[in-house]
């Protein structure tokens, strides 16, 4: 399959330099060319794209205006900048519009990964209309009651970080949205696996204040009763399963790459069961089923759709440029041994973390969701009671206060 890409700058030679850059991609990449917005816009009337990728600071339409109207008009279009105008003001306006902002000058390298990856994990979904509204999906429900206590702390005035940081690592769609900003370069700093406790440090206390500000970067879902109970248990639950996979991982390598992609992988690894609140995949009646993922009534509700929530997280995560550890382990933390790897990894602290909780309670009887053949094929001798260690160590429920 051949890729269609709509790159739009205003300078000539922007667009001659990615010509000549992107040239090694010719057998796989289908490659055009706008030198503004307007002629962008005529392009997309009569040609179907996968990607566009534009300039921000352009005469006539800009950068932001025009991936507004490309999310309005061609919802499959995945939505890239290309700018030098990083930890600039005007990147507020495209941290929505845009699934992943790329910094001028980029190597090639860069771009085409960057591109490869969002393309290939949309792709994870078949069906069209579902991609559509994956692609068009500008944030996941969040808890009500984190945004308030986000922006109580803000208003003091000398907020504290670490008062902030655990406000965000508890709400699943708070980090996921912050976690967008950081694994590409919307600021600057491209930090792709990090400590989840770091996401504050490192984005800086006035950046959230005006994402917080802004209105629907943080969506807020006129979410029921039921729906908003829901929400907080994903939460809850994601939260428990980052610190557990932490600790596991803590446990069996001393490779922090590892043990900070387990936080944050933990924390986000079903954040596409947010994917199917926001795109109303379960109505209502079905919520009581999200609770229990090894349960065959939610097993159903994927079936019908013919995905998963791991597949859902994983693609958007992908869209949003996370790292490809934290993709992976997003996409198959509950059946790891698709993955193939032969050594311990990020995806092994979380799919056993993962089965190590039910809900948001320990529970000893977590071998059979285990899957055996996956964790047989690393050969990590006494894994298991070492992971009976943990628990008995860290007193339970006590771990997690
Ligand atoms: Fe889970
Ligand atoms: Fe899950």
Not at 33 to 54: P, Q, S, Y
Not at 381 to 394: H, M, N, S, T
Not at 396 to 401: G, I
Request: glycine share 8%; hydrophobic share 40%.
């Amino acid at each position: 399959m051949n890729w269609k890409i709509l790159f739009v700058d205003d300078e000539a030679n922007i667009l001659k330099g990615l010509r000549r850059m992107l040239r090694g991609m010719r057998k796989e990449w289908e490659l055009q060319f706008a030198g503004g917005g307007e002629e962008a816009l005529e392009n997309l009337k009569t040609d179907h794209f996968d990607v566009i990728v534009t300039d921000m600071r352009m005469p006539g339409i800009g950068g932001a205006d025009l991936l507004k109207e490309v999310a309005k008009k061609y919802p499959n279009v995945i939505r890239f900048v290309l700018s030098g105008q990083a930890r600039d003001e005007s990147v507020l306006e495209v941290v929505n519009p845009a699934h992943q902002f790329l910094i001028k000058p980029s190597q090639a390298d860069r771009i085409k990964s960057s591109l490869c990856k969002a393309m290939n994990s949309l792709y994870i979904i078949h069906n069209d209309v579902l991609r559509g509204k994956l692609t068009n999906l500008l944030s996941i429900p969040v808890q009500d009651i984190a945004l308030k206590e986000l922006s109580l702390e803000l208003t003091r005035e000398k907020p504290d970080i670490q008062t902030l940081s655990s406000i965000v690592t508890s709400d699943v769609g708070i980090t996921a949205k912050l976690y967008k900003l950081l694994s590409s370069s919307f600021f600057g700093t491209s930090m792709s696996v990090m400590d989840s406790n770091k996401l504050v440090e490192i984005l800086g206390i006035g950046i959230i204040k005006k994402l917080l500000e802004m209105n629907g970067f943080f969506a807020v879902y006129d979410v029921g009763a039921k729906m908003g109970e829901c929400v907080k248990e994903i939460s809850d639950h994601s939260r428990k399963v980052s610190i557990l996979a932490g600790k596991i991982a803590e446990t069996e390598t001393e490779d922090s790459e590892i043990i900070n992609a387990a936080k944050i992988a933990g924390l986000l690894h079903d954040m596409g069961k947010l994917v199917m609140l926001a795109l109303e995949i379960v109505d209502e009646e079905q919520i009581p089923y999200m609770g229990n993922e090894y349960g065959s009534a939610f097993k159903q509700i994927e079936r019908e759709q013919g995905t998963s929530h791991s597949e859902l997280g994983a693609a958007l995560a992908g869209l949003w440029g996370y790292p490809s550890t934290v993709i992976d382990t997003i996409r198959f933390h509950h059946n790891p041994s698709l993955l193939g790897e032969k050594s311990f990894s990020t995806l092994t602290a979380v799919h056993t973390a993962e089965a190590m909780l039910s809900g948001d309670r320990l529970d000893m009887s977590w071998e059979h969701r285990l899957d055996s053949d996956y964790l047989n094929s690393l050969g990590l001798e006494g894994f298991e009671e070492r992971l009976k260690g943990i628990v008995d160590r860290e007193l339970k429920e006590d771990m997690f206060v």
